[in-house]
Nanobody, 130 residues
Framework: VQLVESGGGWVQAGGSLRLSCLAS????????IAWYRQAPGKEREGVAC????????YYADFVKGRFTISADNAKNSVYLEMNMLEPEDTARYFC????????????????????????WGQGTQVTVSS
């Protein structure tokens, strides 16, 4: 599975960005796709995930309704719409694929580091200025 992220950039606090993750090389509908992020000097943390077989989304608590994950099966793509961005959201954002589709749950995205995810993209940088 190959994953390619895009859509990162610089934005002022309160602004919005939409990240995209294009997946190839596997049956898309069997996957779970997650967004993780990592800021310099900090541990990687889960942001959101979606199970492709039923489009069920799960979010980390800090998202607080600001972010929305969605998928387009026809385009083999997953999106992360981020609104009301804060400087604390500055990080490199990665999409990751779980080929079994079982590591996309509320508790896992809240507490898991993503080590069970099988494939990772190179990431896209998001910078939010105050």
């Amino acid at each position: 599975v190959q994953l390619v992220e895009s859509g990162g950039g610089w934005v002022q606090a309160g602004g919005s960005l939409r990240l995209s993750c294009l997946a190839s090389g596997s049956t898309f509908r069997d996957l779970a796709i997650a967004w993780y992020r990592q800021a310099p000097g900090k541990e990687r943390e889960g942001v959101a995930c979606i199970r492709m077989r039923d489009s069920s989304p799960y979010y980390a608590d800090f998202v607080k309704g600001r972010f929305t994950i969605s998928a387009d099966n026809a385009k083999n793509s997953v999106y992360l719409e981020m609104n009301m961005l804060e400087p604390e959201d500055t990080a490199r954002y990665f999409c990751a694929a779980d080929v079994l589709g079982i590591y996309c749950t509320g508790p896992y995205i809240q507490h898991g580091l993503g080590n069970e995810y099988d494939y990772w993209g190179q990431g896209t940088q998001v910078t939010v200025s105050s």
